[in-house]
């Protein structure tokens, strides 16, 4: 903390409107001016004192907030984990990909519910959880005017009901959250995977704290707790294997409407292993494809499906770069000649988006819809394999 005692008062500045007057406290540290608004006069008069009072004692005032070093004090250890998780999700939200606010919603979602205070007045449990996921941490839709009120009602109720973000420096409220996070709402064991995934983006929040001197350090480094092991090993009844495969494209093509159409989008996944967000920003620009026989495809960018609350665009899917590559890298991968006859017969039958794009659906040319894949995919797996093949995986 940068401190001096520079410090010089004003007296009261007041200010009357047509409606309203307001009393500004003005002061000077370190030749910054910083001003306070009050409504009533015996408030700003107070606080003036309390400054006065700061001064007369020689106590030193931090630079950073331009207030008395023990005001500043008091005023970082009682803020709560609600509000400053809002301004970490917030300060992040610019540079983030749609597909990572997501996740980082519900990860604070989950913090916070193990960060909770009370249960005092506490809204319904469905209620809470769908404000947390889908509006708390999420700044266009927390202040928007249209929000229904009893979401506005529970995002109101979460300002006032979580313990202060100093409370995580003790090693026992830590260790609670942590464990909070391994277990799902059904209590069963949630997957290492996220639980890992969550407690980097806790770890995240913690250093972010630190920073904003809400946390002399970050506690989490030096707690003994680790996250559940994880199983690296491939369940091979979750691999489809070439008969398999073949089969349930050919179930796919047989399912109308829309199961023709994703034929070939299906077949991009399995013979050139292709991640769905790959396939689903794949363009004719994009193939180098003979006749028949192998080809290239020349990947340039993704289409990941997050939700329109989480993309600047308001679409579904965000268009953005290679996973784990940097803007304007691509890559080129081989197309075999299943996959090069399946993409000929698919832009003969479809044709294609009027940028291009190959997959696209029946009534949405402008994206290919998640619940469609899904929806299709599950009706084909029930469609042609057996019952215990079903069941798997």
């Known amino acids: 903390m940068d401190t001096t005692y520079d410090v010089r008062l004003y007296a009261l500045d007041i200010y009357q409107g047509k409606r309203v007057t307001t009393y500004w406290v003005v002061w ?6 910083w001003k306070e608004p009050f409504r009533d006069e015996p408030m700003a008069t107070r606080f003036l004192a309390d400054l006065t009072s700061a001064v007369s ?10 207030r008395p070093v023990s005001m500043a004090r008091k005023a970082v250890s009682s803020v709560t984990w609600y509000s400053a998780a809002c ?3 917030d300060s992040k939200w610019q540079r983030s990909a749609a597909t990572t606010r997501r996740t980082r919603a519900e990860a604070l979602s989950a913090l916070t519910l193990a960060m909770l205070a009370d249960s005092r007045g506490r809204p319904d449990e469905a209620m809470l959880r769908h404000t947390l996921q889908r509006y708390a941490f999420n700044p266009s839709r927390r202040h928007h005017p249209d929000r ?3 979401v506005a009602a529970a995002l109101a109720w979460l300002e006032t009901h979580t313990r202060k973000v100093s409370a995580l420096a003790k090693p026992d409220v830590l260790r609670s959250v942590l464990d909070s996070l391994t277990v799902r709402l059904d209590g069963t064991p949630r997957a290492s995977s996220v639980v890992s995934r969550w407690r980097k983006i806790l770890n ?7 920073e904003r001197k809400l946390l002399p350090t ?4 030096a707690l003994k707790w680790s996250v559940p092991k994880t199983s690296h090993t491939v369940d091979r009844r979750s691999v489809a294997n070439p008969l398999q495969a073949r089969t349930l494209l050919v179930g796919v093509s047989q399912i109308q409407r829309s199961g023709p159409r994703l034929v070939a989008f299906f077949a991009c996944l399995y013979f050139a292993a292709l991640r769905p967000e790959e396939a689903a920003n794949l363009a004719k620009h994009h193939l180098s494809l003979p006749a028949e026989g192998w080809g290239e495809l020349h990947l340039s960018g993704a289409a990941p499906h997050a939700g329109k609350d989480w993309t600047d665009t308001g679409t579904h899917r965000e268009r953005r770069q290679l996973k784990q590559r940097a803007v304007g890298e691509s890559r080129t991968v081989p197309c075999p000649p299943e996959l090069t006859a399946y993409l000929h017969w698919h832009i003969e039958q479809f044709g294609t988006a009027p940028d291009g794009r190959l997959f696209r659906g029946e009534r ?3 994206e290919l819809p998640k619940g469609t894949v899904n929806r299709y995919w599950r009706l084909a797996r029930k469609a042609v394999l057996a019952p215990d093949a079903y069941a798997s995986p």
């Open 57 to 66: 004692r020689g106590e030193a005032f931090d630079v950073e907030t331009g």
């Open 87 to 89: 301004t970490y999700a």
């Open 364 to 366: 949405n040319e402008d």
């Open 204 to 210: 995240a929040f913690l250093e972010n704290a630190v």
């Open 218 to 221: 970050n506690p989490l480094p």
């Open 28 to 33: 000077r540290v370190a030749g910054r001016r």
């Open 148 to 150: 229904p009120p009893e």
